[in-house]
């Protein structure tokens, strides 16, 4: 560990479940998903104000779906947030590139839709909005950003090995925790004014002789390492962050401009020098540009970097580049050179305890927009997985899947974004041509892809592993509907005996408003037309037989799971244990909930449904699959005359575990995949704090 200059220091140790380090929109993300678990943590930032840097401009369908699923909670324990419309609300659709050669236009490139969400288009939001209604909900629902405090060092102390830190004895001795060390500027703020702005360590001792700082060691279960590309997590653990940085000189600028070009559209423009510019139109006429200014000369990256970028220059710089286009530059909100560096880090975790999120794990360049929208999804993959450790539901080895899943995820973003921003840099005359042709064809190609481009993250699909399993005595459907894929979304209607008559007074709803969160398993119950009386009309029996034992079985597993598993549980009567259990008493209250589906019933047999229509939401309700059953062929399952199935989706909706059949055999498959991957309370871990 580092030694302190101990006379300017307070020593505290406090202790929490979790410690979030770096409060950028990994980090708050993070902190709000544990929030809802009701998950106690701290989340530190060394920023003492929140950036206004418009880095990030958009946010992709997979996000905005995950931002759906949370603001629709039905729990009444905590604060409602809204984050889907605060985000709509904020933001515009992305629209069409238009690419110019000088001042011609070229080619446009049509909006990058996708017919597979409810969000065919991206948003183009900038980053500090965005990090701004995240803070805002997180601090709705009582989370609280400490500002000003900085890590300065952590390490996984193991079991047994505890020792004597900071002239403290350890309590702790047999137990395995994170130690961290954090500090606050008693004076002034924390930011030194020649932070390199190529990535590397931050210089933490640099100046620590000069101010006084307050210290904790803050002793935690778990640490999510979301401080950034140059985090210091990283490398005080020594985690290689191999790769490479581009020898490209971009330069960012965010402000306001007037033109011959139409720079309240988006823009590709090539100019006579054969350099490519991209240009976004931000709020308050901005826009928001980055220029390619060419190579970097071997050896002169510091040169470059030390370099004042000053307005006239940029002008001059941007003059020739995308002449015969011209930008008048008015005034300037950000204006900065930028590397590309193309990274992944080595191992995403340090012992099963400090975890790396966001581009702390793994950095690219802008193109394609997915660096924040990757962080976000790290930290919607780790958190349920670690809100079922610490409530002693699953053992530690879940967390291993992070890695596992993620680190494949981000090396495929690396490529396809190294890719695109080859693609449009590209400068020899043959890459040239490409690139031409490209931006000519892409106005036929993209719109032909239904699932959208790959930027949209709607195609992420993860391995089998421990937690993704294939049902061992049935073969697996095909590719598409597996396991480890998204849980795909389609319309719905609510049945009710009175409305089933007249179709416009059906209450209608998609598939991702049932699947709230986080934190919950949701279970498909789809039933095929086995429900359907037009069918089977001679079938009553076997059709009654049908939702009465479904009806039976939904409550039988909701019981015994609940006993098993559920949060709210108070069953091995110690009070330490079951403190997170009790804790997320005022978060989510469920574990499991289960949505039967049916296929469409052209003359509905009321009598036989009501068994299935009277149940609650998320207890066994029945919905109407209305678009033509285009819900059951999403998930590979045949309409008519089928078995129907179940399908387990994990709490951050990627299909888990499926089974064919809905009869006492699949239920049963169903709580052996549940005891496979939970741990039942007497055999809980023994919680560490
Ligand atoms: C020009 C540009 C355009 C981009 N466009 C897009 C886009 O369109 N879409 C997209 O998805 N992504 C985009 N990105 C990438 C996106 O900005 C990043 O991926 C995103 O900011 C990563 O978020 P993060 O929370 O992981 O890290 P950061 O945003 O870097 O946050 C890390 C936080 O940790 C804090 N911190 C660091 N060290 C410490 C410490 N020792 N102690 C305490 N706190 C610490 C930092 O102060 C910071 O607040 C773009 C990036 C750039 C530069």
Redesign the pocket.
């Known amino acids: 560990m580092l030694s302190l200059n101990t006379s300017s220091s307070t020593f505290t140790q406090p202790s929490t479940p979790v410690l979030i ?8 993300f993070a902190g709000l998903l544990l929030t809802k678990m009701g998950i106690p943590h701290r989340l ?4 003492h104000e929140v ?1 206004k ?8 369908a997979r996000t905005l779906e995950i931002f759906h699923m949370l603001s629709h909670d039905h729990s009444h324990n905590l604060p409602k947030i809204d984050l889907i419309n605060k985000f709509m609300n904020s933001g515009t659709f992305l629209a069409d590139f238009h690419c110019y050669l000088g001042t011609k236009l070229f080619s446009t490139i049509p909006m990058l839709r996708n017919s597979e969400s409810h969000f065919t288009e991206a948003l183009l939001i900038e ?1 500090s909005k965005t ?1 701004t209604i995240l803070t805002e909900e997180y601090e709705k629902l009582g989370g609280q950003i400490e500002r000003g ?4 060092d952590t390490r996984v102390i193991e079991e047994g090995k505890g020792e004597e830190s900071f002239g403290v004895s350890n309590p702790q001795k047999g137990k395995t925790f994170v130690e961290t060390t ?1 500090r606050r500027v008693k004076a002034g703020v924390n930011i030194r004014s020649n932070e390199s702005k190529v990535l590397g360590a ?1 210089e ?1 001792e640099a100046d620590l002789k000069d101010k006084e700082y307050d210290y904790e060691v803050v002793r935690s279960e778990y640490l999510i390492a ?8 990283r490398h005080k653990l020594n985690i290689a962050f191999p790769g490479r940085t581009l020898g490209k000189n971009i330069i ?1 600028y965010d402000g306001q401009v007037t033109a011959n070009i139409p720079v309240d559209k988006i823009l590709i423009l090539i100019g006579d020098s054969g350099r490519t510019a991209i240009s976004f139109p931000l709020g308050d006429n901005r826009i ?1 540009l ?1 220029l390619d200014c060419g190579d970097i000369a071997p050896g002169n990256d510091k040169i470059q970097e030390a370099e004042e970028l000053t307005i006239p220059k940029f002008q001059k710089i941007l003059d020739e580049a995308i002449s015969p286009a011209k930008m008048q530059i008015l005034d300037c909100k950000w204006l900065t050179y ?1 590397r590309v560096n193309e990274r992944l880090a080595d191992r995403y975790s340090d012992k099963g305890r400090i975890f790396l ?4 794990a793994h ?1 690219h360049s ?1 193109a ?8 976000l999804q ?1 930290a919607f993959n780790l958190t349920w997985k670690m809100s079922l450790v610490l409530k002693g539901s699953a053992p530690g080895s879940i967390l291993d899947t992070y890695e596992a899943e993620h680190s494949e995820v981000a090396r495929n973003i690396v490529k396809l974004s190294a890719g695109l921003f080859g693609g449009v840099i590209a400068e020899g005359f043959w890459q040239k041509l490409l690139k031409r042709f490209a931006l000519l064809t892409a106005p036929y190609i993209l719109p032909r892809i239904p699932q959208g481009p790959p930027m949209c993250m709607l195609r992420i699909r993860y391995r089998e592993n421990n937690i993704n399993r294939r049902c061992p005595t049935q073969s697996a459907p095909a590719e598409e509907f597996q396991v480890g894929v998204r849980a795909r979304d389609g319309a719905l209607s609510i049945i009710c005996t009175e409305n089933l008559r007249d179709v416009n007074e059906q209450q209608h709803l998609r598939l991702h408003d049932l699947l709230i969160g986080p934190g919950i398993f949701h279970i498909l119950v789809f039933t095929s037309d086995m429900l359907a009386k037009d069918i089977a009309t001679d079938l009553k029996d076997i059709r009654t037989t049908v939702a009465y034992n479904l009806s039976k079985n939904i409550e039988t597993s909701l019981a015994t799971w609940g006993v098993n598993w559920e949060q709210t549980q108070n069953n091995t009567g110690d009070d330490a244990k079951n403190k997170y259990r009790r804790n997320s008493n005022t978060g989510q209250s469920k574990m499991f909930m289960i949505h039967v589906i049916t296929a469409p019933i052209s003359q509905p047999d009321f009598e036989t449904l009501s068994v299935l229509t009277n149940k609650s939401f998320g207890a066994g309700k029945l919905y109407l699959d209305e678009d033509a059953a285009l819900l059951h062929r999403r998930y590979g399952i045949p309409t008519r005359g089928g078995p129907g199935s179940i399908v387990l989706l994990r709490p951050d909706s990627y299909i888990a575990y499926r089974v064919q059949g809905v009869s006492d055999s699949a239920w049963m498959d169903v709580d052996k995949y549940l005891n496979s991957i939970l741990i039942l309370p007497s055999k809980n871990v023994e919680l560490r704090l």
């Not at 840097?53 to 992709?60: A, P, W």
């Not at 405090?149 to 300065?152: D, G, I, K, N």
């Not at 999120?357 to 702390?360: N, S, V």
């Not at 394609?368 to 962080?375: D, H, K, P």
């Open positions: 380090v770096g409060a950028g929109p990994t980090g708050i530190i930032e060394r920023q950036s840097l418009s880095k990030s401009l958009v946010i992709h980053q990090v405090w900085e890590l300065m954090i931050i933490l979301s401080d950034g590309g140059k985090s210091t997590v960012i928001r980055m930028y999120c966001g581009d702390a950095v802008p394609g927009g997915q660096g924040l929208n990757m962080g790290d």
